[in-house]
């Protein structure tokens, strides 16, 4: 069964599905378990014939009929993100998504009363009695549902909460809460903003501390792959030397002294530079 699954359609995915039938309505796709579902004429292409599989996103129009579009939304279900309020009606708040019918928060999936124009942080779901997909701004209840099983070091993807005493609160790949302490945080960060991460520790109370910096031997190949590329682009040769200013390497790098000693150590055991008086030169 569970294999099965995996190649359901689903709606508030994107799903690779076959075309059945061309008609003056649209294309209408085989969406196996959930029937025929019409690909309107807008999103047809000329080229496209029976047989052909194409990739479309699955939802119910503003007849509540099933329906497909070539469209990508800007958030998908089981995801979070950071949407505005086009409208705001007696049914609840409707958020621009990036389709043509808004995606509804309801009034009891609201924090505070949302207001037309404001930007809200909200996770997407597909509500099981209606198929309706739907948003929540109560996110504290979609997230830490499992313990983390992060490894120190690894690369994850962020999205940025907001401040809070000590730094950033972030999302970690859609699921655990992180913490970025103020005194890491190199640059400004803003509501809603995705970036990349890496794990520092799981405390005790399986609370996670993050860095936007890579760490330990990832910080290393990091820098070498940034060397590497910066000599790429200057002809073979980057004139830095372990001798030259700390502040001469991180306005052209942007990385300190002691990282920079490193990877050039590593580019030169794995033989892809060579040291010379004045600089470092690319092996080609």
């Not at 052909?52 to 998908?76: C, H, W």
């Not at 190949?221 to 200057?234: I, R």
């Amino acid at each position: 069964m569970a294999t099965y699954l995996l190649f359901m359609t689903q709606i508030g995915k994107i799903n690779r599905l076959p075309v059945l039938e061309i008609s003056q309505f649209g294309a209408f796709l085989d969406g196996d378990n959930l029937g025929q579902i019409l690909l309107p004429n807008r999103y047809v292409s000329r080229e496209l014939k029976i047989g052909d599989k194409i990739n479309v996103f699955i939802y119910l129009d503003s007849d509540d009929r099933l329906v497909a579009t070539t469209e990508r939304p800007k958030v998908m279900i089981n995801q979070f993100a950071w949407l505005r309020v086009v409208s705001v009606t007696n049914v609840g708040a409707f958020l621009d998504w990036g389709l043509p019918k808004d995606l509804l928060v309801p009034f009891r999936e609201q924090k505070q009363k949302m207001q037309e124009g404001k930007s809200h942080l909200v996770y997407v779901y597909l509500d099981d009695a209606t198929k309706r997909i739907v948003a929540s701004a109560k996110i504290e209840k979609f997230l830490d549902n499992v313990s983390p099983n992060y490894k120190p070091g690894e690369k994850v993807e962020l999205l940025i909460v907001g401040p809070t005493d000590l730094g950033y609160k972030a999302i970690i790949n859609q699921a655990h809460t992180g913490l970025i302490y103020s005194n890491e945080i190199k640059s400004p960060l803003k509501e809603g903003q995705k970036a990349t991460g890496y794990i520092k520790r799981i405390r005790d109370d399986e609370k996670t501390d993050i860095s936007l910096e890579p760490l330990g031997l990832n910080a290393i190949e990091d820098n070498s792959q940034k060397l590497l590329t910066e000599m790429a682009q200057n002809n073979g040769f980057l004139p830095l030397t372990d001798t030259s200013a700390a502040e001469e390497i991180k306005l052209t790098l942007g990385m300190s002294k002691k990282a920079f000693k490193k990877a050039v150590g590593m580019l030169y055991k794995k033989r892809k530079i060579i040291m010379e008086e004045d600089g470092l030169r690319l092996i080609r």
